[in-house]
């Protein structure tokens, strides 16, 4: 069956590699070979091996009658959605990686290819090489998903990791990560949680087969995490992770949020460090199932990729149903979320424990050696209840003159 690839950067380079290194493997498992007819970019690459198969024209795909698969790996929404769009309009099958496409325009695309009886897949744009996707609409299908629990993006996993084990900075860290290559130039969707939420908005879509909108997601980066909240969380045995989290409720409510949460050892993302992704997919029946592995790179994400091509060739004459309608599910307000927080205040613990105890109620301390401030740990308050005994705290304080809180971090303890 003939592809083409658009965008032949790090992934869609990555799943031309996969189809010529594997070509045997690749075809005993679709049943036919998957040939690469065309590469389209911007760019020439004189001095490649693909040299000859490079156009600069998307109607070439478009309009060629013998392409029936499409690799989308350009990233970004445009040109990515037009031209997927035309592609299934034209009666291709689509697979890509492009996160950003399937959270603003997978509820479309799915229809369109429901319509003209071909597949737009997308394992790879959640997770990189961890099968995610396919296990929610095969493996799973028989279960009432209650909750979905992720670390979904590498650099931020891996900027945590280096505060934790070397007590760094943010700032220094994010610049190792970038002269590593982990972290863009501008790390803003990485850092600020707008990848993750991308990311928990589709796997939230699948266990709820309905469009979740990623913009209706309470989205928190981890800019505001120091060297410091790790000190205390190292002394109280437990870790920070950045966590997009979807809980599903029987009486159809669901939670959704990104933020960085206090997580505890006995956690089954608790160990999961570096640029690796960790994601917990908890059934009423299966009880939690966990997906671990590269969550980004090159020839881990085209791995994906190539799955789907199998999988269209597999199915080349009907559609698989997967994926969610256009019914919206709607996400609750995050004042309704319930969890333990961890605060920082500042001055003595001796000082402001009656102060403490009339906002906050009955609380854990922790103090550090040497530190002008304390920390503690409240028991299980709803976020909008939280919100309200901090406002109390910090007029409390401003009355004496004194300074109020300095961190707070969510606590799932």
Same mark, same amino acid.
């Given at each position: ?133 396919? $296990? =929610? *609409? ?11 629990? @992720?670390?979904?993006? &590498?650099? +931020? ?110 956690? $089954? =993302? *608790? ?11 908890? @059934?009423?029946?299966? &009880?939690? +199932? ?112 004194? *300074? ?10």
């Amino acid at each position: 069956m003939k592809a083409a690839v658009m965008g032949y950067g790090t992934i869609g380079s990555g799943v031309v590699e996969i189809l010529m290194e594997n070509r045997d493997q690749v075809a005993k498992a679709a049943g036919e070979e998957i040939e690469v007819k065309y590469i389209l970019d911007l760019r020439d690459f004189p001095d490649s091996p693909v040299a000859d198969r490079i156009v600069h024209d998307f109607k070439q795909i478009e309009e060629d009658e013998e392409i029936r698969l499409v690799v989308e790996t350009m990233g970004g929404l445009n040109p990515a959605y037009p031209f997927v769009k035309a592609c299934l309009m034209a009666g291709k099958h689509v697979a890509t990686s492009n996160k950003a496409l399937v959270a603003a325009y997978g509820t479309e695309l799915l229809a369109i290819a429901r319509e003209k009886n071909v597949n737009f897949f997308f394992e790879a744009s959640v997770g990189g090489g961890i099968p995610i996707i396919r $296990p =929610l *609409y095969r493996c799973l299908r028989g279960e009432r998903i209650e909750e979905i629990t @992720g670390i979904l993006n &590498g650099t +931020t996993n891996y900027i945590l990791t280096k505060m934790e084990r070397e007590g760094a900075a943010f700032e220094a860290v994010l610049r190792e990560a970038q002269n590593l290559g982990y972290a863009e130039r501008n790390p803003e969707a990485d850092v600020e949680g707008h990848d993750t939420c991308r990311k928990i908005a589709i796997l939230t879509a699948m266990a709820t087969g309905r469009q979740v909108d990623f913009e209706e997601i309470y989205t928190e980066g981890i800019t505001s995490i120091t060297d410091t909240d790790f000190q205390y969380a190292k002394k109280m045995g437990t870790s920070i992770k950045l966590f997009g989290t979807s809980r599903m409720f029987e009486d159809g409510r669901v939670s959704a949020y990104v933020a960085p949460v206090m997580v505890g050892g006995g956690h $089954p =993302l *608790y160990p999961v460090s570096d640029v690796f992704n960790g994601i917990l997919v908890k @059934g009423n029946m299966v &009880g939690d +199932t966990m997906f671990y592995g590269s969550g980004a790179g090159k020839l881990p994400t085209a791995s994906a990729v190539v799955a789907d091509l199998i999988e269209a060739v597999q199915n080349r004459d009907r559609n698989i149903p997967i994926g969610w309608t256009k019914e919206k599910q709607e996400i609750m307000p995050m004042e309704q979320n319930t969890f333990r927080y961890f605060l920082r205040l500042a001055g003595s613990h001796r000082n402001k424990e009656g102060d403490v105890r009339k906002a906050f109620g009955p609380v854990e301390v922790e103090e550090l050696y040497g530190m002008d401030e304390f920390a503690v740990l409240t028991g299980p308050m709803k976020e909008g209840a939280f919100k309200a005994a901090c406002a109390a705290y910090e007029a409390m304080e401003a009355q004496k003159g004194e *300074y109020g809180i300095k961190q707070t971090i969510r606590a799932l303890l």
